[in-house]
C-alpha cells in the first residue's frame, strides 16, 4: 500500500472523485483575504469546512451522550461563515467537497496543523474503499479559550492510500449506514 501523490489525486479529481475541486493550493478566498489553505498537497488533499455546524450544548434532560441511541436536542445548530467553539466544546461539521472512494483506496483523515496549533483537534474515521458522501468532521476545543472554525477555508488533510488489489467486500458492497450522507451526519445505528 503506497501514499499517493498530487498527480494521482489530479487524474481521479477528473474521473470524479473529488467535487468540487482545486488542482493546487488556494490560500486566499474570493475576495482576497488571507485562507487557511486547501486544494492539492504534494500527497493530499485539504478539504474545506462547509458552513453546517452541530454544537454539542447540555440540554438537561439525560445530560448523556449515547451513540446508541444519540439525542439530538443536545445540539445547537449553526450555519454561517464561522462558529464558536467555547472551552472544551465540541461541534460537528462537514466537508464542503463530495468524495467518492475507489475499492482499493483507504483515506486517512489529519487535522491541519493551523488549528492543532489553537488547540483545535480535528477526529475523522477513515475514509473506506467504496464509500462517498461528505465527509462529517469532529472538532474537539481543547483550551480554555473560545476557538473560532472557518466554513469554506481548509480544515484537515486526506491521504490517499492503494492496495495493490481491490478489497472482497467494500462499504458500497456492505450498504454502510453513513454512505452517501450529504450534511452533517450525527451517530445511526443501522
Given at each position: 500500500?503506497?501514499?499517493k501523490?498530487d498527480?494521482?489525486?489530479?487524474?481521479?479529481a477528473?474521473?470524479?472523485?473529488?467535487?468540487?475541486?482545486?488542482?493546487?493550493?488556494?490560500?486566499?478566498?474570493?475576495?482576497?483575504?488571507?485562507?487557511?489553505?486547501?486544494?492539492?498537497?504534494?500527497?493530499?488533499?485539504?478539504?474545506?469546512?462547509?458552513?453546517?455546524?452541530?454544537?454539542?450544548?447540555?440540554?438537561?434532560?439525560n445530560?448523556?451522550?449515547?451513540?446508541?441511541?444519540?439525542?439530538?436536542?443536545?445540539?445547537?445548530?449553526?450555519?454561517?461563515d464561522?462558529?464558536?467553539?467555547?472551552?472544551?466544546?465540541?461541534v460537528?461539521?462537514?466537508?464542503?467537497e463530495?468524495?467518492?472512494?475507489?475499492?482499493?483506496?483507504?483515506?486517512?483523515?489529519?487535522?491541519?496543523?493551523?488549528?492543532?496549533?489553537?488547540?483545535?483537534?480535528?477526529?475523522?474515521?477513515?475514509l473506506e474503499?467504496?464509500w462517498?458522501g461528505?465527509?462529517?468532521?469532529?472538532?474537539?476545543?481543547?483550551?480554555h479559550?473560545?476557538?473560532?472554525?472557518?466554513?469554506n477555508?481548509?480544515?484537515?488533510?486526506?491521504?490517499?492510500?492503494?492496495?495493490?488489489?481491490?478489497?472482497?467486500?467494500?462499504?458500497?458492497?456492505?450498504?454502510?449506514?453513513?454512505q452517501?450522507?450529504?450534511?452533517?451526519?450525527?451517530?445511526?445505528?443501522?
Open positions: 500500500m503506497t501514499i501523490s498527480k494521482w489525486i489530479r487524474t481521479q477528473e474521473q470524479g472523485m473529488i467535487t468540487p475541486f482545486e488542482s493546487g493550493q488556494i490560500t486566499a478566498n474570493s475576495s482576497g483575504e488571507r485562507a487557511i489553505s486547501y486544494g492539492v498537497s504534494s500527497y493530499g488533499y485539504d478539504a474545506r469546512c462547509g458552513n453546517e455546524f452541530k454544537l454539542f450544548v447540555p440540554n438537561g434532560s445530560g448523556i451522550i449515547d451513540p446508541k441511541n444519540f439525542d439530538e436536542s443536545i445540539c445547537l445548530n449553526h450555519y454561517g464561522h462558529i464558536i467553539v467555547p472551552p472544551h466544546g465540541f460537528l461539521a462537514h466537508t464542503v463530495y468524495f467518492k472512494i475507489p475499492n482499493d483506496v483507504l483515506v486517512v483523515c489529519l487535522g491541519k496543523s493551523t488549528y492543532a496549533r489553537c488547540g483545535i483537534v480535528a477526529n475523522v474515521t477513515p474503499p467504496g462517498e461528505q465527509v462529517t468532521l469532529e472538532f474537539s476545543n481543547t483550551t479559550l473560545p476557538a473560532k472554525i472557518y466554513a477555508e481548509g480544515c484537515v488533510q486526506m491521504l490517499f492510500f492503494q492496495s495493490d488489489e481491490r478489497c472482497g467486500v467494500s462499504y458500497a458492497d456492505r450498504k454502510g449506514k453513513y452517501q450522507q450529504t450534511h452533517v451526519t450525527t451517530p445511526k445505528m443501522k
